[in-house]
């Protein structure tokens, strides 16, 4: 039986060679208060997202305001959804442990529960708005690949969200402090590089599209994250079951996703589509109104 985190243990990687590894603690000391790398790694990778989200948000049809506005939103709603999500399908670690369900420095978010309660948020907020959602979800999807391709690593310090044992020749080893190790797949490596990939994609597929419509990039994500997601969800050693069904939960669900995205994108590839909200906005502009569309 694999453990489902080695805490401050020794990292190696064979491929890097016999003398590489590394023991990095999981938090430090500033200011007589422990910060966990956890919790910064994440924060990076939000600001990153943020910076790139508000880098593009005209090309999008929208203003900084409104992304801002977006953010504030879908965020703290996110983050509540990951760990609900987390915590009802992993309910027997916090059923005697109440308060253990708000430690989510410790780990414990899932990008599914995250997507899902971020969309509610910002549907609601462009539903307010009187704002296409199709928008807001194509540009989010960029901020979820940067902050998925970063978060990943926060794993890797908590030595957690790796794979079943093996002998690949890219396997992570993993020493704990009785000097015991065991080989796995580094699956938070191969998530965050399908994550990266993807967002090279889509980031160069947005720039270059002549006929693309608010919605597709969202959907081309989900596509994509589903498609590697139902490959490494099948090899990870501490996924979430579907209560006592013995199915990976976001296997099914990476794997449904992937299916309805490819169909609604097919679907969609052959209808003509309505101006997207960046083409509207600059046509009010060169009528001279800033109306919402």
Known sequence: MIPTSVPNGTITFPML?????????????LFGLTVHWYGVIIAIGFLLAFAYV?????????TDDEVLD??????PAG???ARLYYVIFNFSLYK??????????????AIYGGVIGAVIAVAIYAHIKKLPLGAFLDLAAFGLLIGQTVGRWGNFINREVYGIETDIFCRMGLTDAAGNTIYVHPTFLYES????????????????AKNRYDGQIFAMYLA????????IEGIRSDTLFLFNTGLRVSQVFAALTCIVSLIYLAINGSLKHKPTLAQLRALKAADGSDENC
Not at 54 to 62: E, K, M, Y
Not at 193 to 208: E, P, T
């Open 17 to 29: 060679g016999e003398g590489f590894a590394i023991t990095v603690p999981s938090s430090f000391t």
């Open 54 to 62: 508000n880098s593009r948000c005209r090309q999008f049809g929208l």
């Open 70 to 75: 977006g953010v504030l939103c879908g965020v």
């Open 79 to 81: 983050i509540i959804g």
């Open 96 to 109: 005697n442990d109440f308060w253990g369900i708000f430690k989510i420095w410790e780990g414990g978010l």
């Open 193 to 208: 590089i399908w994550n990266l990939l993807g967002l090279v994609l889509l980031h160069i597929y947005s720039k270059r």
């Open 224 to 231: 994509w994250y589903g498609l590697g997601r139902a490959f």
